[in-house]
């Protein structure tokens, strides 16, 4: 499985765009890139996954350049509820849909 | 409505004691988990079930011994408990669909077991 490099913490204010950059150096041809989100006291929710180009959700956007090596989870006009930690992860079903989470990006929302 | 609920919410207890924690899912998912959260906030996933069936064991102690008594329930019994043991535990399910992107896991709210 991939390892993944992400920056500890962030901060921002609302209604600010968030981009947290993850790396992964290693990925494999058959990885797909996906982001969790977790708030405090809470189990980890998926928000986006992708494996090439850009991909948009309603929540999200996930931007993959085209050596795949990195990833750019952007958040658009962020709330004080976005406020959470977000886990960038890469892996495929080969792997038993086995989710390795790294230490994940500390996202603090201030007013 | 709940997807995935995990019972109890909070569990303390002493060294030594055995214990369980219930998870079960209504979405229809062949494929359980249980992953645990430590106070590092390090989540790692510890078993996975499909179909009732052990599909990952990742180096537990046998003291942790998961069950599955049908495909929307799977449990965890603890024995002897340890200090080391105080962490939060984490049930989610899935799919399991063979092939493609990895599947979107479905968590349940956490049990947070503190060992005295």
């Known amino acids: 499985l991939a390892k993944t490099t992400q920056p500890i913490s962030m901060d921002s204010y609302e209604g600010q765009e968030v981009n947290i950059t993850c790396s992964h150096n290693?990925?494999?041809?058959?990885?797909?890139i996906t982001w969790y989100q977790q708030f405090p006291s809470q189990g980890p929710r998926f928000i986006i996954q992708?494996?090439?180009t850009k991909v948009t959700n309603e929540v999200a956007s996930l931007f993959i350049p085209a050596d795949r090596k990195s990833s750019t989870l952007s958040l658009p006009r962020v709330s004080l509820s976005d406020t959470a930690v977000y886990y960038c992860?890469?892996?495929?079903?080969?792997?038993?849909?086995?989710?390795?989470f790294g230490t994940g990006t500390r996202l603090l929302v201030s007013p | 409505d709940t997807a995935v609920s995990q019972t109890p919410k909070y569990l303390v207890t002493q060294m030594g004691n055995d214990k369980s924690i219930k998870c079960e899912q209504n979405?229809?998912?062949?494929?359980m988990y249980w992953y645990k959260q430590d106070s590092k906030k390090f989540l790692k996933i510890m078993f996975s079930?499909?179909?009732?069936?052990?599909?990952i064991n990742e180096t537990v102690p046998n003291r942790f011994s998961p069950k599955s008594p049908d495909k929307a329930h799977l449990n965890l019994h603890i024995n002897s408990l340890e200090l080391g043991d105080s962490a939060v535990y984490f049930c989610?399910?899935?799919?399991?669909?063979?092939?493609?992107?990895?599947?979107?896991?479905?968590f349940g709210p956490g049990t947070r077991l503190l060992v005295l």
């Open positions: 989610a399910s899935s799919f399991g669909l063979a092939g493609g992107p990895i599947e979107t896991q479905y």
């Open positions: 290693n990925i494999a041809t058959n990885d797909y």
């Open positions: 992708g494996y090439k």
């Open positions: 992860l890469v892996g495929d079903n080969g792997s038993f849909q086995k989710l390795v």
């Open positions: 979405l229809g998912h062949d494929t």
């Open positions: 079930y499909n179909n009732k069936e052990l599909i």
